[in-house]
């Protein structure tokens, strides 16, 4: 079993959450967060923070984007 990784300094808490979604989108997530880690060298942990902060701040588009295709 993988041990938990040392927080990066005393104000970095790193916790683990659990979601599904289809494989089409966890490859597209997996993938976004390669790339943007190879272009700025940034730690994949900061990435994928980095790509969730920007859907939050949209998150009026996606409940918009979520309504719609639910209809």
Same mark, same amino acid.
């Given at each position: 079993m993988k041990q938990p990784t040392a927080p990066a300094s005393p104000n970095h808490v790193a916790v683990r959450r659990s979601w599904y979604m289809s494989a089409a989108t966890a490859d597209a997530l997996a993938t976004a967060?390669?790339? #943007?880690?190879?272009?700025?060298?940034?730690?994949?942990?900061?990435?994928?923070?980095? #790509?969730i902060d920007a859907a939050l701040a949209s998150r009026d588009q996606v409940a918009d984007r979520l309504t719609r295709s639910a209809s």
């Open positions: 967060v390669d790339d #943007l880690h190879f272009t700025t060298r940034r730690p994949k942990h900061e990435v994928l923070a980095a #790509l």
